[in-house]
Nanobody, 126 residues
């Protein structure tokens, strides 16, 4: 069984930084290796729909789905360690959400991803 486990969330003051990590484990990703998957970070603010934050493909190409995070957030991956990261700087109160990592095909929609973590909560105090 494949598992994605996020870590690094917490409470931070506005203007601060957090680094989220997502480690993949399990016997296989339906026969494919971790490095062949696109990886995404999504977030779900309180009372709102889950939305794409950023994604990174198997060659390291990136996209930032939310204009509000461009220039502040950076997604990266380490295939040797089966891990994807989200560096979040200059955090704002509106970044408060549960953050999820996901593995799947390239895209910015939740339907593009097959595997999901359980989420890590980020709270930004103003």
């Amino acid at each position: 069984q494949v598992q994605l486990v996020e870590s690094g969330g917490g409470l931070v003051q506005a203007g601060g930084s957090l680094r989220l990590s997502c480690a993949a484990s399990g016997r296989s990703f339906s026969g494919r290796t971790f490095s062949s998957y696109a990886l995404g970070w999504f977030r779900q603010p309180p009372g709102k729909e889950r939305e794409c934050v950023a994604a990174i493909n198997w060659t390291g190409g990136t996209m930032y789905c939310a204009d509000s995070v461009k220039g502040r957030f950076t997604i990266s991956r380490n295939n040797a360690q089966n891990t994807v990261y989200l560096q979040m700087n200059s955090l704002k109160a509106e970044d408060t959400a549960v953050y999820y990592c996901a593995a799947g095909r390239w895209g910015n929609d939740i339907t593009d991803y097959d595997y999901w973590g359980q989420g890590t909560r980020v709270t930004v105090s103003s």
